[in-house]
Structures are given as structure tokens and as C-alpha cells.
Nanobody, 116 residues
Framework: EVQLQASGGGLVQTGGSLRLSCAYS????????IGWFRQAPGKDREGVSC???????SSSDSVKGRFTISTDNAKNTVYLQMNNLLPEDTGIYYC??????????WGRGTQVTVSS
């Protein structure tokens, strides 16, 4: 059974940093991608950053230059380093695993709150 668990959220001031972790398990195939998504109050969930199993990454324009996604394959963990946080980064952050078949698995989110 595939499982993902996001952690590392918290309350920070504008300009601060947080590192989120997404611990995953249960993938029986190496061909998958892990993505970070967020949902602000009253808004739709949006993609933030993702990384494929061969290391290719992509990020939304709103976080480029501030957020960095990385992976530690030995620990089955994907990280999202978030620097220069802004109030508009506030939301619940989720990680999602996606197999090459298209099947998706969501983990429980972690709250990030950026105060102005």
C-alpha cells in the first residue's frame, strides 16, 4: 500500500523559511513522481513543485527562486525547502505520488502559516 506523509509545517513570519518533508513508502515501481500541492483558504488546490524519479524538477512561477524540491532516495523522502516566505504562501501543503500508470496517491497535509 502506497503511503505518503507530509510534515514540517508551522507558523513563520514573512521572509522566513521552512522545510517540508514528504515520507513515502509502498511504491513497487521506481517510475513515479512526487509533487507538492497547496490549498489556501477559499481557493482551489494548486501545484507547487514536483520531482520525478530520475530527478527532473518543475515549479510554479509563484515559487521559482524561493522554493526548492529535492529528494533523498535512501530515506524515501522528498523535501520542499521554502525560503523568503510570503503571506500568500499560507495554506495546507500536501504531497502526492503519481505512478507512470497515472494512478495517484495523496498524503495528509501540513499547515503552513506565514504572518505579515
Amino acid at each position: 500500500e502506497v503511503q505518503l506523509q507530509a510534515s514540517g509545517g508551522g507558523l513563520v513570519q514573512t521572509g522566513g523559511s521552512l522545510r517540508l518533508s514528504c515520507a513515502y513508502s509502498g511504491f513497487t515501481d521506481d517510475n513515479f513522481a512526487i509533487g507538492w500541492f497547496r490549498q489556501a483558504p477559499g481557493k482551489d488546490r494548486e501545484g507547487v513543485s514536483c520531482i520525478s524519479s530520475d530527478g527532473d524538477t518543475s515549479s510554479s512561477d509563484s515559487v521559482k527562486g524561493r522554493f526548492t524540491i529535492s529528494t533523498d532516495n535512501a530515506k524515501n523522502t522528498v523535501y520542499l525547502q521554502m525560503n523568503n516566505l510570503l503571506p500568500e504562501d499560507t495554506g495546507i501543503y500536501y504531497c502526492k505520488g503519481k505512478l507512470f500508470t497515472g494512478r495517484e496517491y495523496w498524503g495528509r497535509g501540513t499547515q503552513v502559516t506565514v504572518s505579515s
